[in-house]
């Protein structure tokens, strides 16, 4: 494994809430949002972060940006204590939330633009560089003189992006950078990150719950729920670790009679007054299945599904809780 | 965790202050260096600068806003005039004594408004999750905060308190020194320190409760009240927690009597008359005290 730019041991975070309870008592407990993070991720890595509502991810970032203080743990990102040097390590590190916007509202984003490089006292040609290879590749022209405020969802994505990253961080956090835009957006958005990603020298770290942006963007995946890591791998071996399936979905001439025995496949779903059969691939290859029910007729047309990641995280999310 | 202890946070400060040094003395006065990088302050400088701009896009509305703040004041002054009237002495002090205690208090005060008075803005940035973005700027989080509210419309304020303070000199007979006179320029200034270390420990309540409300208004605006009076018109406990637990006789009280060159009524040792100045920087270090152990319990908001 090469450089590790992020590490964290038994990275933890508790808030205290405090609820009333009758007319002037309070009752305060304490929620763990965090319970225990460990994590490495190397230099130029694509991470995916996901997790239902709640599960500690945005929570996660923040500790790693150094805007919340960890409860306890380690951690280290390019080097620095998130915290403690909170300002060194903002020069290192571009940090994109989707919900809340870096940017000045009154201001054109061009201006918002030419502040951050004073703030974060990039040089001018680095900068120029930097803006207009953004501007290129997020077709920033049409809107650069316009106050931030007016931009529409889509376009003030496209800029928080390029303010994030013009002063070339190592790190680059994206806290649900699709979350509400239009499909071209989507795409525009997915497409530069994989650029930018595929050049190798920047890390790339993602929260989301579009998983598309993971398939798309994303070679290793954690999933957090609880607080906890539950997976941390390649998206095939959460595949494999769930048991995704395959399947197989045939149209037939004739009802769906409960047939003949078909080796390594299940009946997952019947439609269409049986005549449309969906099969789950358990072991058998789909190649066996479409032969057998062949040699049986009334196969009128097939179509294969590949697994998708929406179903193992269901499954992942509805799984009982661990605390 | 023990690298919070209280030594290694001043070695920390300590070791920030000289880098900071030593990295300025590279660029002496530049705002660029060699490599074409901006320098150091260029950040907070050019914040500042674009505040400054979009509060001139509005003239009108802007100059009608520093009248009004001019008309607002002058009313506490009036306020000061008119209790003479049922009085000649007040607390041990003549009218003109009284002014030039009112206008001292009324500059610093005015000075703290025009830099940090907008800190309980704050309080908007925390809801609103606009202080995550603060915190992920390589520039320190209050400086950005001062920086990006800067209230020019209160300049009104400072130029009615120095018409004040001018006026009052007139009247009062101060047999000047040149401590005296410097001590003119530096007390308006500690006050304002002090005065801006209120607002900033009381502004940390929202660290803690984001809903803090007009808490800590009780200590900045009631700082300015009470300060714009002789403190011997006050009594009891109320006076030793603000003249002394907040410091708030420091601001106009003491330093009025050094320039007057009158022993203090309380019977206080002569030196408290000029100590304005490290009582200021002591409240200057506790709030800063306050606001990093705050800052630790920000707790952002939402997703």
């Given at each position: 494994?090469?450089?590790?730019v992020?590490?964290?041991?038994?990275?933890?975070?508790?808030?205290?809430?405090?609820?009333?309870?009758?007319?002037?008592?309070?009752?305060?407990?304490?929620?763990?949002?965090?319970?225990?993070?460990?994590?490495s991720?190397?230099?130029?890595?694509?991470?995916?972060?996901?997790?239902?509502?709640?599960?500690?991810?945005?929570?996660?970032?923040?500790?790693?940006?150094?805007?919340?203080?960890?409860?306890?743990?380690e951690?280290?990102?390019?080097?620095?204590?998130?915290?403690a040097?909170?300002?060194?390590?903002?020069r290192?590190?571009?940090?994109?939330?989707?919900?809340?916007?870096?940017?000045?509202?009154?201001?054109?984003?061009?201006?918002?633009?030419?502040l951050l490089?004073?703030?974060?006292?990039?040089?001018?040609?680095?900068?120029?560089?930097?803006?207009?290879?953004?501007?290129?590749?997020?077709?920033?022209?049409?809107?650069?003189?316009?106050?931030?405020?007016?931009?529409?969802l889509?376009?003030?994505?496209?800029?928080?992006?390029t303010?994030?990253?013009?002063?070339g961080p190592?790190?680059?956090?994206?806290?649900?950078?699709?979350?509400?835009?239009?499909?071209?957006?989507?795409?525009?958005?997915?497409?530069?990150?994989?650029?930018?990603?595929?050049?190798?020298?920047?890390?790339?770290?993602?929260?989301?719950?579009d998983l598309?942006?993971?398939?798309?963007?994303?070679?290793?995946?954690?999933?957090?729920?609880?607080?906890?890591?539950?997976?941390?791998?390649?998206?095939?071996?959460?595949?494999?670790?769930?048991?995704?399936?395959?399947?197989?979905?045939?149209?037939?001439d004739?009802?769906w009679?409960?047939?003949?025995?078909?080796?390594?496949?299940?009946?997952?779903?019947?439609?269409?007054?049986g005549?449309?059969?969906?099969?789950?691939?358990?072991?058998?290859?789909?190649?066996e299945?479409?032969?057998?029910?062949?040699?049986?007729?009334?196969l009128?047309?097939?179509?294969?599904?590949?697994?998708?990641?929406?179903?193992?995280?269901?499954?992942?999310?509805?799984?009982?809780?661990?605390? | 965790m023990?690298?919070?202890?209280?030594?290694?946070?001043?070695?920390r400060?300590?070791?920030?202050?000289?880098?900071?040094?030593?990295?300025?003395?590279?660029?002496?006065?530049?705002?660029?260096?060699?490599?074409?990088?901006?320098?150091?302050?260029?950040?907070?400088?050019?914040?500042?600068?674009?505040?400054?701009?979009?509060?001139?896009q509005?003239?009108?509305?802007?100059?009608?806003?520093?009248f009004?703040?001019?008309?607002?004041?002058?009313?506490?002054?009036?306020?000061?005039?008119?209790?003479?009237?049922?009085?000649?002495?007040?607390?041990?002090?003549?009218?003109?004594?009284?002014?030039l205690?009112?206008?001292?208090?009324?500059?610093?005060?005015?000075?703290?408004?025009?830099?940090?008075?907008?800190?309980?803005?704050?309080?908007?940035?925390?809801?609103?999750?606009?202080f995550?973005?603060?915190?992920?700027?390589?520039?320190?989080?209050?400086?950005q905060?001062?920086?990006?509210?800067?209230?020019?419309?209160?300049?009104?304020?400072?130029?009615q308190?120095?018409?004040?303070?001018a006026?009052?000199?007139?009247?009062?007979?101060?047999?000047?020194?040149?401590?005296?006179?410097?001590?003119?320029?530096?007390?308006?200034?500690?006050?304002?320190?002090?005065?801006?270390?209120?607002?900033?420990?009381?502004?940390?309540?929202?660290?803690w409760?984001?809903?803090?409300?007009?808490?800590?208004?009780?200590?900045t605006?009631?700082?300015?009240?009470?300060?714009?009076?002789?403190?011997?018109?006050y009594?009891?406990?109320?006076?030793?927690?603000?003249a002394?637990?907040l410091?708030f006789?420091?601001?106009?009280?003491?330093?009025?009597?050094?320039?007057l060159?009158?022993?203090?009524?309380?019977?206080?040792?002569?030196?408290?008359?000029?100590?304005?100045?490290?009582?200021a920087?002591?409240?200057?270090?506790?709030a800063a005290?306050?606001?990093?152990?705050?800052?630790r319990?920000?707790?952002?908001?939402?997703?």
């Open positions: 494994m090469s450089e590790s992020i590490h964290t041991a038994d990275l933890r975070k508790e808030f205290t809430v405090s609820s009333r309870a009758g007319l002037l008592r309070r009752v305060r407990r304490t929620v763990t949002a965090v319970a225990g993070v460990d994590l991720v190397a230099r130029g890595e694509m991470l995916g972060y996901i997790g239902p509502n709640g599960a500690g991810k945005s929570t996660t970032l923040k500790m790693l940006t150094g805007v919340l203080t960890p409860s306890g743990g951690v280290r990102v390019c080097g620095f204590r998130p915290v040097q909170r300002t060194r390590l903002a290192h590190i571009g940090v994109v939330f989707g919900q809340r916007s870096q940017l000045w509202w009154d201001l054109p984003l061009a201006e918002s633009f030419r490089r004073y703030i974060y006292r990039v040089p001018a040609a680095d900068h120029a560089a930097r803006l207009a290879e953004c501007r290129r590749l997020l077709d920033l022209d049409e809107f650069l003189d316009t106050p931030v405020r007016q931009l529409s889509g376009q003030r994505m496209r800029g928080e992006i303010a994030a990253l013009l002063h190592e790190v680059l956090f994206l806290d649900e950078p699709t979350i509400g835009l239009d499909v071209v957006s989507k795409q525009a958005v997915r497409a530069f990150l994989a650029d930018l990603g595929s050049r190798g020298d920047t890390t790339l770290i993602l929260t989301t719950h598309a942006d993971i398939e798309k963007l994303c070679r290793r995946l954690i999933v957090i729920d609880h607080g906890r890591v539950v997976h941390d791998g390649t998206l095939p071996e959460l595949h494999a670790r769930y048991d995704s399936r395959r399947r197989v979905v045939v149209d037939l004739t009802p009679n409960g047939g003949v025995g078909l080796p390594g496949a299940v009946v997952e779903a019947i439609e269409a007054d005549y449309r059969v969906t099969f789950g691939l358990s072991g058998g290859t789909a190649g299945l479409v032969a057998a029910l062949a040699r049986d007729g009334a009128r047309d097939v179509s294969v599904l590949e697994p998708s990641i929406e179903d193992v995280v269901a499954r992942l999310y509805a799984e009982p809780a661990v605390r | 023990a690298e919070r202890l209280p030594t290694s946070l001043a070695r400060v300590w070791r920030r202050a000289t880098t900071r040094t030593s990295r300025a003395r590279r660029v002496p006065g530049r705002a660029t260096t060699r490599d074409g990088r901006p320098g150091v302050l260029a950040g907070y400088r050019q914040l500042l600068a674009a505040q400054v701009r979009s509060q001139l509005y003239r009108a509305s802007f100059t009608m806003d520093v009004g703040n001019l008309v607002l004041t002058l009313m506490d002054v009036a306020a000061v005039v008119v209790l003479f009237r049922v009085t000649p002495v007040l607390g041990g002090f003549s009218l003109p004594e009284a002014l205690i009112s206008g001292l208090a009324n500059l610093s005060f005015a000075l703290c408004d025009l830099s940090v008075g907008n800190i309980d803005t704050m309080r908007l940035y925390i809801r609103t999750g606009r995550d973005a603060v915190l992920t700027r390589p520039l320190s989080a209050l400086l905060l001062v920086c990006g509210d800067l209230a020019l419309r209160r300049l009104g304020r400072v130029v308190a120095v018409v004040v303070l006026v009052a000199l007139n009247l009062v007979h101060v047999h000047w020194t040149p401590a005296r006179a410097v001590l003119l320029v530096v007390a308006p200034l500690s006050g304002a320190v002090l005065f801006g270390s209120v607002f900033v420990a009381g502004s940390t309540v929202a660290f409760f984001v809903e803090s409300g007009e808490f800590a208004n009780a200590f605006y009631g700082g300015r009240d009470f300060t714009a009076y002789p403190v011997t018109v009594a009891g406990w109320f006076r030793k927690a603000f002394y637990g410091g006789a420091f601001v106009a009280y003491y330093p009025a009597l050094a320039l060159g009158k022993p203090d009524p309380l019977n206080g040792p002569r030196l408290l008359s000029w100590s304005s100045p490290v009582v920087l002591a409240a200057a270090g506790v005290l306050i606001w990093r152990t705050g800052i319990h920000y707790r952002s908001t939402g997703s």
